[in-house]
Nanobody, 116 residues
Framework: QVQLVESGGGLAQPGGSLRLSCAASGFTFSTYAMNWYRQAPGKEREMVASITSPGGSTNYADSVKGRFTISRDNAKNTVYLQMNSLKPEDTAVYYC?????????WGQGTQVTVSS
């Protein structure tokens, strides 16, 4: 059974940082690309960052390039999202996603709020 569990969200001030984690289980994590998405109130869910495996090639939404970094630790079955220089418009629920056997799996999400 595929499970994705996000953690690390919370309240940050503008210009601050947070690090999100997503612990995966139920599939061979090291052979699948992983993604971070976010959904702000009243908006559609959007892709934030992705990372392949093996190889670790990354891709980012234009809105977070240069501020967010996606990484993974295959030994820990965990993908991370380091978020720096946070802005109020980064406020959203953040989800990790795996596409396993052509089916998308999502975590429960973690709330990130950027406010002074």
């Amino acid at each position: 059974q595929v499970q994705l569990v996000e953690s690390g969200g919370g309240l940050a001030q503008p210009g601050g940082s947070l690090r999100l984690s997503c612990a995966a289980s139920g599939f061979t994590f090291s052979t699948y690309a992983m993604n971070w998405y976010r959904q702000a109130p009243g908006k559609e869910r959007e892709m934030v960052a992705s990372i392949t495996s093996p190889g670790g090639s990354t891709n980012y939404a234009d809105s977070v390039k240069g501020r967010f970094t996606i990484s993974r630790d295959n030994a820990k079955n965990t993908v991370y999202l380091q978020m720096n220089s946070l802005k109020p418009e980064d406020t959203a629920v953040y989800y990790c996603k795996a596409l396993y056997r052509s089916r998308p799996y999502w975590g429960q999400g973690t709330q990130v709020t950027v406010s002074s």
